[in-house]
């Protein structure tokens, strides 16, 4: 069934030839308005644009798409306000992939039958306009650093990974999570995801100039050459393999020399070797099943560094080189007072003994003697 938000127009919208399951009247927050609706299943909205608090604010609109399938959304723009008629507003709700909007309330149910795709809407989207309101953005994207991410086998993880890659990164550069053609990341309810139609994203990249890096989900796409590196996914479960092997037989000989990542994977060293020995690939990276509400870092900061995109391990290594012989010591709680004046009284002999030790020798005569 379907939604209606209205508010000016709620005699209009009344008489439309539709089942409503939910209704709501008067001026609504945005962040009300995904409360309500985020996780609300519904066929089609219609919503009346005047029934959004502040809807000239643009970042009102977009936290809006961010968050609910505006494929189902038929946006009716207030026909007396002069901003319907402005030619960078309805560029800019094209970007954010609203398509469905009119101030003619006699092309609502013809919308709710045919609605717009990308190419119908087109026309108002004024790139050069938006390039020039970011100087900065490079129209070849070299400054920027674009991590694409794309599933070889069906439902290997790619949206997923993208939002665990995108928390990662975020901890080391201003971060932004982008999915291609779908609205799976609007789940996740981050600021920094935004789901996008394929045609708009060198737009949206360069519209976006103060982010660093982004990770993007590139779906069924041929967007790879926009990417600095790529990932491909395969989840390597028997029925995944067999079944991709099926559909496209020479697919382990198109990915030769790409970044092949083993996703949702419990292979370990030996099976991984196998694989590739099967798969004539070389494997990239490994990647256990996750758990997205935790913290995953520990799994994918390794993968990033191996990419160049961080640089974590030399620390760890310095740290771990400035670590004393006696740091075993610190490893346990000593409550015994006779070991602790025993250590505090022949603490010179323990060090010349040591001093004529190895490593592992030394730890291991220390352990010894406790």
Known sequence: MDTVIANKYSDILSTLNIEVSKKLEGVYEVDEIISTFGNYFFNKMFLDITAIKDYKDLNNLQKLSMSINMDKVILLLDKDDQISDSKVFLSRLVSMGIYNFTKDSNDLMYLY??????????????IDSQLEETPNASPNL????????????????????VYLLKKTLSDYYSTMAIELNKRDLTY??????????????????????????????????????????????????TIKLNKLSLINPKVFSELKGKNVVLNKSLLNNSDIANFEVESDLKVFYNIPPLNDKEDVSKYLLP??????????????????????????????????????????????KLYKIVGNLGGKDCERFLQNII
Do not use: M
């Open 113 to 126: 039958t045919n609605p717009n795709i990308y190419r119908d809407v087109a026309h108002y989207q004024d």
């Open 142 to 161: 070299s400054t920027k650093k674009i991590l694409g991410v794309k599933n070889v086998t069906d439902s290997a993880g790619a949206t997923t990974l």
């Open 188 to 237: 996740f309810h981050d600021k920094d995801c935004l789901s996008i139609k394929e045609d708009a994203l060198e737009g949206t990249i360069n519209k976006y100039s103060s982010i660093n890096t982004f990770v993007i989900d590139l779906d069924r796409t041929n967007k790879e050459h926009i990417c600095t590196d790529v990932l491909y996914l395969i989840e390597p479960s």
């Open 303 to 348: 993968l990033l560094e191996k990419l160049g995109y961080i640089k974590v391990q030399e620390e760890i290594k310095e740290e771990q080189s400035k670590r004393s012989i006696f740091d075993i010591f610190k490893r346990k709680e000593w409550n015994n007072s006779f070991f602790s004046l025993f250590c505090l009284t022949n603490i010179t």
